[in-house]
C-alpha cells in the first residue's frame, strides 16, 4: 500500500512549471530595473563604437594645438605672444571660423595681453572663444572683447555617476543655465540653425556624441608649425578651426577618455571638441530609447531565458542563453550604426547572463520531483511485474503436473483394444493436452528467461539430427492437413549448441509453419553452410506475413491482424522466444515473406 500512495502522488505538470518559471522570470526582471547599471551600459556602447570602425570624419575641421613645443616649455595657459602671432597668420589664411578653447580672461591674463590678442582678431572672421574653468560660469565677458568674438562656456563633459561612472567623455553640453555652450554656437553659426536632438538633464541641455573614430581621425597639428622656424602655410580658405591645449604634462586637463581609447594622454580635448561641434553640425547626436522599450526587453528576455532553462537540455540552454546575448549585443550595434540609437541593453543582457543560472536550482528541483515520482511508479510497477512472474510461474507449474498426467492416461488407453470413435476422442485428448503442455512451456520459458539470464548447455552435434528428431514428432500434426514435410539437407560438420533450447527453435517455427499453411501444400526443410555459420530454414506456402507487420512478428505476445491468424489458436511467444533462444547462441533469425505466397524463417547458428 505505501508503493502504491508514493505513486499516486502526482509530479508537478508543466503548466505548473512553466507558471512558476514565468513568475520568477518577472520578479528578476524588476529586480534588474531597479538598477540603472550607467557603467555597463556606457561599456556596452563603447564597445559598437570600437567594432564600427571609422566613421567619414568633416574634411572642414582643422586642429591646431599649443603643445610642449609650441608654449616653449609648458606654461599653464596658452602664451598671449604665440596666441596672437597665430591669429595674425589664420586671419589671413581666410579660415570660415575660428574657435579657440582657452580660458581668456582677466583670472589668467593680464589686461595688457587680452589687448594683444584682441588687437590680432580680423572682424571678417568669426572666433568663438570656450573657456573650460567652470568658475568663470556667470562672469561677464572681459570688456576688452567687446563684440569682437562670441564668450561662451566651452567645459568638458565626463561621464560621472549618473552616466558612465568611468569619466569617459560620451556627451557634449550644448546649453547650461540657458547660456549656449561655445560648442552650440560654433555648431549654430556653421549649420545656420540650432542642433535638435537634445536631452535636458537640470539647468543644463547636452547631446550624446556620435563619435566618429578613433585617436586621431582629427590630426592634430602644433602651433609650432605656423611660428617655428619651419613653418608651413596650409590651406585654410573656408575651413574651421579649432585651437587650444594638448600638453602632456596636464594630462587630465587637456586630454580625455573616449568610447575608442580609455588611455589617459592619447585623445586631447581639442580632437573631442571636433567630434562634438560635428555631432551638433549634422545634427546626428545618438537618440538613448526610453527606459520603458529597455523595460519591456528586459521582461521579453527574462521570459525567454527562464522557458530555455525549464525546458531545454543544459548544453542547448547555455548556446541558447549564448545565442540570445549575441543577438542582443547585435541587435544594439545595428541600432547605433544604422539609426543613431543608444540601446541600454545592461539589464536584458544581464537578465539572459544570470537569469538563467538563478532558474537552474529551481529547475532541479522539479526535476527531483518527478523523479521520484517515477521512481515510486517504476517500484510499483517492478512490483506488479514480480508478482505476475511469480503467478505464471506457479500456475504453469501446477498446471504442467496433470496436463502430464491426462495426456499420460490418454497415451495408454489408446494402446487398448477400443472402438474407433473412443480411439478417436482419445486422440483429441492427447492432440489438446499436447498443445497445452507446449503453452505452459512457452510461458515457463519466458518467466525463466525475464527472471534471470537463461544459462546455454552446449553440446557437439550434427544439427541435422535435431532437425530430423523436430520434423518426426511434428509429422503427425502435418499428416492431419495433408501437408507434405520435404527436407533438403547438406552433410554438416557438427557443431555446439544448446539441444533443448535449439529443440525449441526449430519446433516453433516448423510448428508455425504447419499451422499458418493451408491443407495439400508443401514444407521445405533445409540446411546448408555458409561462411562461418550454418543455416536453417523452413519454407512453407501459407499466407504470408504483411509487409507492415513483418517486423512486429518477433515482439512479445504479438499475433498478427490476418482473418488465418486470428482463427488460428496461439500465445504470441512462440517467435519471440525463437528470436531469443538464437540471439543466446550468437546467432540471427532472418524472415522474407510475401502475402499469399509463403514465409520463409532462415536461423543462422555461428560455427
Same mark, same amino acid.
Do not use: C
Given at each position: 500500500?505505501?508503493?502504491?500512495?508514493?505513486?499516486?502522488?502526482?509530479?508537478?505538470? %508543466? =503548466?505548473?512549471?512553466?507558471?512558476?518559471? %514565468?513568475?520568477?522570470?518577472?520578479?528578476?526582471?524588476?529586480?534588474?530595473?531597479?538598477?540603472?547599471?550607467?557603467?555597463?551600459?556606457?561599456?556596452?556602447?563603447?564597445?559598437?563604437?570600437?567594432?564600427?570602425?571609422?566613421?567619414?570624419?568633416?574634411?572642414?575641421?582643422?586642429?591646431?594645438?599649443?603643445?610642449?613645443?609650441?608654449?616653449?616649455?609648458?606654461?599653464?595657459?596658452?602664451?598671449?605672444?604665440?596666441?596672437?602671432?597665430?591669429?595674425?597668420?589664420?586671419?589671413?589664411?581666410?579660415?570660415?571660423?575660428?574657435?579657440?578653447?582657452?580660458?581668456?580672461?582677466?583670472?589668467?591674463?593680464?589686461?595688457?595681453? @587680452?589687448?594683444?590678442?584682441?588687437?590680432?582678431?580680423?572682424?571678417?572672421?568669426?572666433?568663438?572663444?570656450?573657456?573650460?574653468?567652470?568658475?568663470?560660469?556667470?562672469?561677464?565677458?572681459?570688456?576688452?572683447?567687446? +563684440?569682437?568674438?562670441?564668450?561662451?562656456?566651452?567645459?568638458?563633459?565626463?561621464?560621472?555617476?549618473?552616466?558612465?561612472?568611468?569619466?569617459?567623455?560620451?556627451?557634449?553640453?550644448?546649453?547650461?543655465?540657458?547660456?549656449?555652450?561655445?560648442?552650440?554656437?560654433?555648431?549654430?553659426?556653421?549649420?545656420?540653425?540650432?542642433?535638435?536632438?537634445?536631452?535636458?538633464?537640470?539647468?543644463?541641455?547636452?547631446?550624446?556624441?556620435?563619435?566618429?573614430?578613433?585617436?586621431?581621425?582629427?590630426?592634430?597639428?602644433?602651433?609650432?608649425?605656423?611660428?617655428?622656424?619651419?613653418?608651413?602655410?596650409?590651406?585654410?580658405?573656408?575651413?574651421?578651426? @579649432?585651437?587650444?591645449?594638448? =600638453?602632456?604634462?596636464?594630462?587630465?586637463?587637456?586630454?580625455?577618455?573616449?568610447?575608442?581609447?580609455?588611455?589617459?594622454?592619447?585623445?586631447?580635448?581639442?580632437?573631442?571638441?571636433?567630434?562634438?561641434?560635428?555631432?551638433?553640425?549634422?545634427?546626428?547626436?545618438?537618440?538613448?530609447?526610453?527606459?520603458?522599450?529597455?523595460? &519591456?526587453?528586459?521582461?521579453?528576455?527574462?521570459?525567454?531565458?527562464?522557458?530555455?532553462?525549464?525546458?531545454?537540455?543544459?548544453?542547448?540552454?547555455?548556446?541558447?542563453?549564448?545565442?540570445?546575448? !549575441?543577438? /542582443?549585443?547585435?541587435?544594439?550595434?545595428?541600432? &547605433?550604426?544604422?539609426?543613431?540609437?543608444?540601446? +541600454?541593453?545592461?539589464?536584458?543582457?544581464?537578465?539572459?547572463?544570470?537569469?538563467? $543560472?538563478?532558474?537552474?536550482?529551481?529547475?532541479?528541483?522539479?526535476? $527531483?520531483?518527478?523523479?521520484?515520482?517515477?521512481?515510486?511508479?517504476?517500484?510499483?510497477?517492478?512490483?506488479?511485474?514480480?508478482?505476475?512472474?511469480?503467478?505464471?510461474?506457479? *500456475?504453469?507449474?501446477? /498446471?504442467?503436473?496433470?496436463?502430464? =498426467?491426462?495426456?499420460?492416461?490418454?497415451?495408454?488407453?489408446?494402446?487398448?483394444?477400443?472402438?474407433?470413435?473412443?480411439?478417436? %476422442?482419445?486422440?483429441?485428448?492427447?492432440?489438446?493436452?499436447?498443445?497445452?503442455?507446449?503453452?505452459?512451456?512457452?510461458?515457463?520459458?519466458?518467466?525463466?528467461?525475464?527472471?534471470?539470464?537463461?544459462?546455454?548447455?552446449?553440446?557437439?552435434?550434427?544439427?541435422?539430427?535435431?532437425?530430423?528428431?523436430?520434423?518426426?514428432?511434428?509429422?503427425?500434426?502435418?499428416?492431419?492437413?495433408?501437408?507434405?514435410?520435404?527436407?533438403?539437407?547438406?552433410?554438416?560438420?557438427?557443431?555446439?549448441?544448446?539441444?533443448?533450447?535449439?529443440?525449441?527453435?526449430?519446433?516453433?517455427?516448423?510448428?508455425?509453419?504447419?499451422?499458418?499453411?493451408?491443407?495439400?501444400?508443401?514444407?521445405? *526443410?533445409?540446411?546448408?553452410?555458409?561462411?562461418?555459420? !550454418?543455416? @536453417?530454414?523452413?519454407?512453407?506456402?501459407?499466407?504470408?506475413?504483411?509487409?507492415?507487420?513483418?517486423?512486429?512478428?518477433?515482439?512479445?505476445?504479438?499475433?498478427?491482424?490476418?482473418?488465418?491468424?486470428?482463427?488460428?489458436?496461439?500465445?504470441? /511467444?512462440?517467435?519471440?522466444?525463437?528470436?531469443?533462444?538464437?540471439?543466446?547462441?550468437?546467432?540471427?533469425?532472418?524472415?522474407?515473406?510475401?502475402?499469399?505466397?509463403?514465409?520463409?524463417?532462415?536461423?543462422?547458428?555461428?560455427?
Amino acid at each position: 500500500m505505501r508503493a502504491v500512495k508514493g505513486a499516486a502522488i502526482e509530479a508537478p505538470s %508543466n =503548466r505548473y512549471a512553466r507558471l512558476s518559471a %514565468n513568475g520568477i522570470a518577472l520578479i528578476l526582471a524588476a529586480f534588474f530595473l531597479t538598477f540603472d547599471f550607467h557603467a555597463l551600459n556606457g561599456f556596452l556602447v563603447d564597445s559598437y563604437f570600437r567594432t564600427q570602425g571609422t566613421r567619414a570624419p568633416d574634411p572642414e575641421i582643422f586642429l591646431i594645438a599649443f603643445d610642449a613645443a609650441a608654449t616653449q616649455g609648458g606654461e599653464t595657459d596658452l602664451p598671449a605672444q604665440q596666441l596672437a602671432g597665430l591669429l595674425h597668420k589664420l586671419n589671413a589664411a581666410k579660415p570660415r571660423a575660428i574657435g579657440i578653447l582657452a580660458d581668456l580672461d582677466q583670472q589668467h591674463y593680464s589686461q595688457a595681453e @587680452l589687448e594683444e590678442v584682441v588687437s590680432a582678431l580680423d572682424s571678417s572672421v568669426p572666433v568663438f572663444v570656450g573657456f573650460t574653468d567652470d568658475a568663470l560660469l556667470g562672469r561677464k565677458v572681459p570688456e576688452v572683447f567687446g +563684440d569682437r568674438l562670441a564668450f561662451s562656456p566651452g567645459l568638458v563633459s565626463r561621464d560621472s555617476f549618473n552616466f558612465g561612472a568611468d569619466s569617459v567623455s560620451r556627451r557634449v553640453l550644448v546649453e547650461i543655465a540657458r547660456t549656449p555652450t561655445f560648442y552650440a554656437r560654433l555648431a549654430t553659426f556653421l549649420r545656420g540653425k540650432t542642433p535638435s536632438h537634445t536631452v535636458g538633464l537640470g539647468e543644463s541641455r547636452h547631446a550624446y556624441i556620435n563619435w566618429q573614430g578613433p585617436p586621431g581621425t582629427y590630426p592634430l597639428h602644433s602651433a609650432w608649425s605656423f611660428s617655428g622656424p619651419h613653418s608651413k602655410d596650409w590651406d585654410l580658405q573656408g575651413k574651421v578651426v @579649432l585651437v587650444g591645449h594638448a =600638453r602632456r604634462n596636464r594630462p587630465l586637463q587637456d586630454f580625455i577618455l573616449t568610447p575608442y581609447s580609455r588611455r589617459l594622454g592619447e585623445t586631447p580635448v581639442l580632437e573631442g571638441a571636433a567630434h562634438s561641434i560635428v555631432t551638433l553640425l549634422r545634427d546626428d547626436s545618438l537618440q538613448r530609447l526610453p527606459k520603458w522599450i529597455i523595460a &519591456l526587453l528586459t521582461v521579453a528576455t527574462a521570459l525567454l531565458t527562464v522557458n530555455v532553462a525549464i525546458t531545454l537540455s543544459p548544453a542547448r540552454g547555455i548556446l541558447a542563453v549564448v545565442s540570445l546575448l !549575441v543577438g /542582443l549585443w547585435v541587435s544594439g550595434w545595428v541600432g &547605433l550604426r544604422s539609426f543613431g540609437w543608444w540601446l +541600454d541593453l545592461a539589464q536584458p543582457m544581464l537578465m539572459a547572463l544570470t537569469g538563467y $543560472y538563478l532558474v537552474v536550482p529551481f529547475r532541479l528541483g522539479l526535476e $527531483y520531483r518527478k523523479r521520484w515520482h517515477y521512481q515510486q511508479k517504476t517500484e510499483l510497477l517492478a512490483q506488479i511485474e514480480q508478482l505476475k512472474t511469480n503467478f505464471l510461474s506457479l *500456475v504453469s507449474h501446477d /498446471l504442467k503436473t496433470p496436463i502430464a =498426467r491426462i495426456q499420460g492416461n490418454a497415451e495408454l488407453l489408446l494402446r487398448e483394444e477400443l472402438a474407433e470413435k473412443q480411439k478417436r %476422442n482419445l486422440q483429441a485428448i492427447v492432440t489438446t493436452t499436447g498443445q497445452m503442455s507446449d503453452y505452459v512451456e512457452a510461458v515457463l520459458d519466458l518467466t525463466r528467461i525475464e527472471s534471470a539470464p537463461v544459462p546455454l548447455v552446449k553440446t557437439s552435434r550434427d544439427i541435422n539430427e535435431t532437425l530430423r528428431e523436430v520434423l518426426d514428432e511434428k509429422r503427425f500434426l502435418a499428416q492431419e492437413k495433408n501437408i507434405t514435410l520435404k527436407t533438403d539437407l547438406e552433410p554438416l560438420f557438427s557443431i555446439k549448441y544448446d539441444v533443448r533450447l535449439m529443440r525449441r527453435v526449430l519446433g516453433n517455427l516448423v510448428e508455425n509453419a504447419i499451422k499458418y499453411s493451408p491443407p495439400d501444400t508443401t514444407i521445405t *526443410v533445409a540446411s546448408r553452410e555458409e561462411k562461418d555459420s !550454418v543455416a @536453417l530454414s523452413i519454407q512453407d506456402e501459407g499466407y504470408g506475413i504483411p509487409e507492415a507487420e513483418q517486423a512486429k512478428v518477433f515482439d512479445k505476445f504479438y499475433r498478427l491482424s490476418t482473418p488465418e491468424a486470428q482463427a488460428t489458436k496461439g500465445t504470441g /511467444l512462440g517467435l519471440y522466444l525463437v528470436k531469443y533462444f538464437v540471439e543466446l547462441h550468437k546467432g540471427l533469425v532472418r524472415l522474407q515473406s510475401v502475402e499469399g505466397k509463403g514465409s520463409t524463417f532462415t536461423v543462422s547458428l555461428p560455427v
